[in-house]
């Protein structure tokens, strides 16, 4: 009947140590103690010089804990008290399956130079924690290891974030006659950053298989492999912040020299847990003796629950609050090709290519309280926070993609002055210029999706010699330049630099001219840098990532098996009509928004020499 194989797993990715036979760990050389699979590292961040995993004061008065030193913790002196930066009392275990967590230590001192027991309950369960403590001072005593005696104690911080997350899963694998496969699995998923409402998650995946050339009918000896996917099920996202869903205060904040305390967050008890639901089917290919091949797949993945963090008003002193906000599809396919054009003894000649195509579409959206009191889906205009020159917006509707451009619509230059010009919506509904920016309108402007992206690959050998290329595109997407708005400002910003123009730009001179770019003036007060599709570049590009030369040497008779010499590039060239140093504009909180700042640098492009014996 086949092979039934299931594996039932059940892990918690924080799971308690049991390490009820140890009471009393003495303290080793750096702090270390091993015992049965486990270590325990003592940290202390007292402000002065690292010893193995403990801090003290360095001699010289000048405190540095991020310089470490190797010396023998048992023999280190003058002693420290661990108490004098309690936030960092802690222990760190590294436990058997390699999770990492520190429990709390409330014991106030542990003094170096003699051995000392530590007693510890490893019975209480703790989440992950960081800590920090550090601090700054002018005139420090000698024999002393607190902040406080300095003459001029310049700067004190420290800090503590906690969190958790935990996981029980079951996967289950089923192949029959080597040609029907099947998988399936459900896990629960838990993590302390979301809602104490709604702290835990289900979700599953089912998926199958069938390689169709297996079959007793099928009769095609030039098919080396055909096998049909699909495959069904969820995945959770949370948010970034680790405590989003607790009403919280900062007590960093002083008036006067007097210490306060100011709102901070605003929590969300409700916040669960972000779920994309994706389907997708796929086929996977070979033909001829595997000259070529081919695989496709396409999907279809509906997001419920969208984490957010919604703009609110700034009156309470908080200007935004995580929610779940709504629903997103995303739709599209991958198709990759390859396979040898050459292949022969002496020659051998692969190419592979792939494309992708994703449309990204908002299908629902939170409600909004309307001045009549009523709530209503409207969209939800946010920003990108470029910087001082203002910045385009995002706008989040429903029916249209979540990365939509909005903001004024650049209508060029005026010939006659060369002021700048925007577009804006007379009584009648008819789209006019102006050259007051204040009354240009808001419109749709684009979106930084491309159309279609991927890249290509090849690769050539002859005898010894070897060659291979990659290249990477993409085509129809939008880049929003921000830092023309500070460089190619017409001279409203006169501490900065001014970018050559590019070719094909001009500026107006003179009554008449049809130029790209308006008049300058120092301390330009026209508004033509401000935000606008002025700044809107295409994305397009073709891009050679790498190239690699070689030549193999056979020198066996002389007791080398191998030897080869190799010359290789990187981001050797980039064909675009982008003016920004890079179209592949690095993701900035780890997202990708579609924006070049000012201090966006370029991919390096590297060369290197190799050789391997």
Wanted: net charge neutral.
């Amino acid at each position: 009947l086949g092979d039934l194989i299931i594996h039932l797993l059940a892990g918690v990715f924080h799971p308690l140590l049991q390490l009820k036979d140890i009471h009393h760990l003495g303290i080793g050389r750096h702090g270390q103690v091993r015992r049965h699979g486990a270590s325990i590292s003592i940290y202390k961040n007292h402000i002065g010089r690292v010893i193995g995993n403990f801090i003290v004061p360095d001699a010289t008065g000048t405190h540095d804990h991020r310089r470490t030193g190797p010396t023998n913790l048992l023999t280190a002196s003058p002693p420290i008290d661990i108490a004098a930066c309690p936030i960092l009392r802690s222990l760190t275990v590294h436990g058997l399956m390699g999770e990492n967590r520190r429990l709390k230590f409330p014991y106030p001192i542990i003094t170096i130079g003699e051995r000392k027991s530590i007693p510890i309950n490893t019975n209480v369960p703790a989440p992950f924690t960081h800590g920090k403590c550090h601090g700054n001072g002018t005139g420090f005593l000698p024999g002393f290891q607190v902040m406080d005696v300095t003459s001029i104690p310049e700067s004190i911080g420290g800090g503590i974030t906690e969190w958790a997350k935990i996981s029980y899963f079951t996967k289950w694998n089923y192949t029959y006659d080597n040609k029907y496969m099947g998988e399936a699995m459900i896990r629960r998923d838990g993590a302390s950053n979301l809602g104490t409402n709604a702290q835990y998650g289900n979700l599953f995946s089912v998926s199958g298989g069938w390689i169709i050339n297996r079959e007793e009918w099928f009769d095609a000896d030039w098919v080396d492999n055909l096998k049909l996917r699909a495959s069904y099920g969820s995945a959770g996202n949370r948010p970034g912040s680790i405590y989003p869903q607790y009403d919280l205060y900062s007590a960093s904040s002083s008036y006067n020299e007097q210490a306060g305390a100011l709102i901070s967050v605003i929590g969300n008890k409700d916040l669960t847990w972000e779920k994309t639901f994706t389907t997708g089917i796929g086929v996977d290919a070979s033909f001829f003796n595997n000259r070529l091949h081919m695989v496709f797949d396409y999907y279809i993945k509906n997001t419920d629950n969208i984490i957010f963090n919604v703009p609110v008003t700034g009156l309470t002193g908080v200007t935004s609050i995580y929610k779940n906000i709504g629903k997103m599809r995303n739709s599209g396919f991958e198709l990759s090709i390859g396979g040898d054009i050459i292949r022969t003894q002496d020659l051998t000649w692969n190419v592979e290519a792939n494309i992708s195509h994703n449309a990204n579409e908002l299908k629902d959206l939170y409600a909004q309280k309307q001045a009549d009191g009523s709530f209503a889906v409207v969209p939800v205009i946010i920003s990108d926070g470029s910087s001082i020159a203002g910045t385009i917006n995002r706008r989040l509707e429903v029916g249209e993609p979540i990365d939509t451009y909005y903001g004024k619509e650049w209508a060029g230059v005026n010939p006659e002055n060369g002021a700048p010009m925007w577009y804006k919506d007379d009584a009648n509904g008819n789209k006019v210029t102006t050259s007051n920016y204040s009354e240009a309108g808001y419109y749709k402007l684009g979106t930084a999706n491309p159309k279609l992206f991927g890249g290509f690959s090849t690769s050539l050998t002859w005898k010894n010699f070897d060659m291979s290329a990659v290249f990477g595109y993409s085509i129809g997407g939008q880049i929003y330049n921000y830092s023309r708005q500070e460089y190619d400002s017409d001279g409203t910003y006169t501490d900065r630099n001014q970018m050559k123009l590019h070719d094909g730009w001009n500026r107006w001179e003179k009554p008449g001219d049809i130029a790209t770019h308006p008049v300058a003036k120092y301390n330009n007060l026209d508004k033509g840098n401000s935000p606008s599709s002025r700044y809107l570049e295409d994305s397009d590009y073709l891009k050679l990532r790498s190239l690699s030369l070689g030549y193999n040497f056979n020198l066996k008779q002389y007791g080398i098996q191998n030897l080869r010499v190799s010359l290789s590039g990187e981001n050797l060239f980039t064909l675009t009509d982008y003016s920004g140093v890079d179209p592949e504009i690095p993701a900035s909180s780890g997202s990708v928004m579609g924006t070049a700042g000012a201090s966006v640098y370029p991919t390096v492009r590297r060369f290197m020499l190799g050789l391997n014996v």
